[in-house]
């Protein structure tokens, strides 16, 4: 069984940081793309950020220059850092993988539970 926790969210100031995390357990055979979505009350599930096994981002036009994406393949884990905080950011983040546990199975989609970004003064 595949498990997605992640940490990091909580209470950030306008214009602060914060770095999200997320570990993917169990078994896992490879993992190739990682992501994070969000979702702020009333609105739609959004993309913000992805990358690739290679390396390769993508980041919404909302969070360009201002989040990081990047991934420990070591450690199956996935990060966002996220700077210059704006309230518009408040949302429940969600880590995202898409990965296989078995080399005999196709790639499927894997979520995390979700973490609170509040962006408050």
């Known amino acids: 069984q595949v498990q997605l926790v992640e940490s990091g969210g909580g209470l950030v100031q306008p214009g602060g940081s914060v770095r999200l995390s997320c570990a993917a357990s169990?078994?896992?055979?490879?993992?190739?793309?990682m992501g994070w979505d969000r979702q702020a009350p009333g609105k739609q599930r959004e993309l913000v950020a992805a990358?690739?096994?290679?390396?390769?981002?993508n980041y919404a036009d909302s969070v360009k220059g201002r989040f990081t994406i990047s991934r420990d393949n070591a450690k199956n884990t996935v990060y966002l850092q996220m700077t210059s905080l704006k309230p518009e950011d408040a949302a429940v983040y969600y880590c995202n993988m898409r990965l296989r546990y078995s080399a005999h199975v196709l790639s499927d989609y894997y979520w995390g539970q979700g973490t609170q970004v509040t962006v408050s003064s």
């Open positions: 169990g078994s896992i055979f490879s993992i190739s793309s």
């Open positions: 990358i690739t096994s290679g390396g390769s981002t």
